[in-house]
Structure formats: C-alpha cells, structure tokens
C-alpha cells in the first residue's frame, strides 16, 4: 500500500535555527496538511495546501511556518526561527477526494 | 470553537472483551466521522470512517454515529493485546478533503492478556 513519507524522522535543532520537514505524498493526493502533536496532547491542524496554494491555516501557523512544494511532489513545512514550544510531532497527511486522511510517519522535532 | 471530547482513560479491558470508546462532539456542521489508532510514539491511522446516522462494521470493529446527540461511538470486539493503543477521534464539516480534521486527545486503551 502506498506511503505518506516523511523525512527526516527525528530533527534535534537549537533554539532559533530554521528547519526543513519534508513529506513526499501519495500521488494521487489531491488536499496535503501539516499537523502537529505535542507529547500528550491533541493533534492540532497548522495548515492545509491545494492546488499548490495555501487553502486554510490555524492560529499556531503564524509567520514562522511556511510550506512550500518545490518540485510539484515534495511537501516541505519551514520553521524559520525554532522556539523550545515547537518541540512536537509534525505529521503530514494527504487525502484523497472523498477518502480518510492517510498520514506520514512523522518528524519528532527536538528543539533544544 | 470546534471541539471533539474524549475520555482520556485509560480504558482497561480484559482479553476478548468488549471495549467501548466514546466521543461528542460540539459542531452540529460536522459531516464526516474517524476513528484513528495510534500507538506510542507513531502516527495515527485511520481504523473507521463514518457518515451517515446508524452503525458500519468491519471486521472485529463497530462505528456508531448519533448526529441527533452529536456522539461517535467504536466498539472493539475481542479485544486483543495488540488493540492497547490510543483511539482518536476526529471530525470534519465536509464529505470531502479540503476542511481539516478536528481530533479529540483520545482514548487511551489496554487490553490485559
């Protein structure tokens, strides 16, 4: 079965750095989004991407996040300047039109 | 606000028991309803998806869906070791993919061997 794939699995940074994550979605993906879950809590929506454009963003997406989808298949989510509060599970999901949500394996971000 | 309440649990079950997870939730716009497993450290996936009022089956798992009581329910039947993980429940205002989800924290589950 195909794979939502995300790289890198775990990404330790320091305080203010910027970071890549990186999703490669199943291909006939139509809606790709960034989600994030800090350790115990709920998964919270950051922003969702159609038509290689950004379709709705939460409050959390603020001028820090960015995505992008440099090359029409990657699906990257930036972090410009990370704080110790983006220490979180990010998880990227695509979806088919009309089907359930398949998400990637998940970057663990350690933000020190 | 848009909000899916779960009880967090745990839920302890014994082995081929029955285990059941709740959920409400407060947008009476919400259309499409899943249930996603996710085990410690991992990602969620997608165990049931519902839509319409009444009950959807597969395999040993139960949906039931009460958009009138806005309730989502899962029952687990023959409940197996290998079923202990966090149950997500999640919400949309849509049939389809555009609007994002809306999951409660989740029902954390053991099954006792």
Known sequence: EPEVTQTPSHQVTQMGQEVI?????????????????????????????YNNEISEKSEIFDDQFSVE????SNFTLK????????????????????YGYTFGSGTRLTVV | Q???EQNSG???????AIASLNCTYSDRGSQSFFWY???????PELIMSIYSNGDKEDGRFTAQLNKASQYVSLLIRDSQPSDSATYLCAVNSWNSGNTPLVFGKGTRLSVIA
């Open chain 2, 10 to 16: 745990p839920l302890s079950v014994p082995e081929g």
């Open chain 2, 37 to 43: 497993r996710q085990y410690s450290g991992k990602s």
């Open chain 1, 21 to 49: 994550l990186r999703c490669v979605p199943i291909s006939n993906h139509l809606y790709f989004y960034w989600y994030r879950q800090i350790l115990g809590q709920k998964v919270e929506f950051l922003v969702s991407f």
């Open chain 1, 69 to 72: 989808r440099p090359d029409g």
């Open chain 2, 2 to 4: 848009k909000e899916v």
């Open chain 1, 79 to 98: 972090i410009r300047s990370t704080k110790l509060e983006d220490s979180a599970m990010y998880f990227c999901a695509g979806v088919e039109k009309d």
